[in-house]
């Protein structure tokens, strides 16, 4: 991925690599249409709406594959595999398997649980369904993002270890008083599971009776969802949808925000997973609204390092927003925890020892 460009799950990985590669001989295969500016990568470029063309690419790319495996095949060498596994990466996962590489599945989501599948998405899911059925075949051991996948995972008998997310150590956001506005932010998808229609909504309601907030939101969208999205944000101007922005950008956008917004869904799509945002946000020191959805409620505590929304519930969203706001004081010092919070148990460092650790394990079973 281009480091302009990178969505949520790939900085996760990427975090991964940058930990590894100090100890390690580390080399990354990405098949990605934004193509990729690091020198480690082998970037296979494709439409980002997938066609029948790229069909005739995939033995291009694969005989690239084994090639790069072949080279790089060595006694204790593993092949890890990011979020679902496509068609592109089938036949590479069985030669990886007959070389002899120790296979790691990163699962960060349940796709089975989600609604708002496209057709080549469907299909993509068939296969990773299948790859996932008969996972104990072929990998040597699974990373999960959360308790219930950790729990549906741990049936096959593998090693599993359970990694939310990690992040770079970020410099600390210090705000100048009086506040004439007060910015939420938001950054992700707009699909269902990610309950920013919730969120507008509850905005609206809190617009209404105070004038100095505004409410920025950005990513990429598409779909039902997002277009219900946009009808409900078009006639507030204290709301501006600012897009897909380059990382720079909208880590610019962050700093200037003074509340963080998480606002998922409770459906068995966003349970299953976990917020990669969750940990970037908490990172600067920005106080966090989120729901209590998957393990946030195990992992934070409400006024303590967080501040806890219920899901799909836009007036508990709406009064959550009304109490950071008039009590922004305190905020900035829950704020602060949950910085700290995010230091201790999300840092590069950290997880990448408990991923190098996984691994070893792996290798002495």
Known sequence: ?????????????????????????????????????????????????????????????????????????????????????????????????????????????????????SRNQKLSLTIDKWFKKNISKYCSGVIVISENLDRKYKRFDLPIIKIYNSVEKQDYNHFIYPIETFNFFYSGSFGPKDGVLDLIEAFNLLSKKTDNIHLYLTGKGHGQCFNECLDKMENNKKITYMGFLPENEMISCLKKSHVLCITRSNSAFANNGFPFKLAEYLSFGIPVLTTTVSDIPFLLKNNENAFFAVPESVNSIAETMEKIIFNYAKAIEIGKRGRLFCLENFSIEKIGLELEGFMERIIRK
């Open 1 to 117: 991925m281009n480091e302009n460009f990178l969505s949520a799950g790939s900085k996760r990985v990427l975090n991964q690599v940058k930990y590894l590669q100090n100890k390690h001989n580390v080399f990354v295969i990405t098949f990605s249409s934004w193509g990729s500016s690091y020198s480690f990568n082998l970037n296979f470029q494709t439409n980002e709406q997938k066609s029948l063309f790229d069909l005739f690419r995939y033995p291009i790319y694969w005989i690239s594959f084994f090639w790069n495996l072949i080279k790089r095949k060595k006694s204790e060498n593993y092949l890890l595999l990011e979020s679902n596994v496509e068609i592109y990466a089938v036949f590479p996962v069985f030669f990886a398997k007959l070389l002899g590489y120790k296979i790691i599945h990163d699962v960060v989501e349940d796709f089975s649980h989600q609604s708002d599948l």
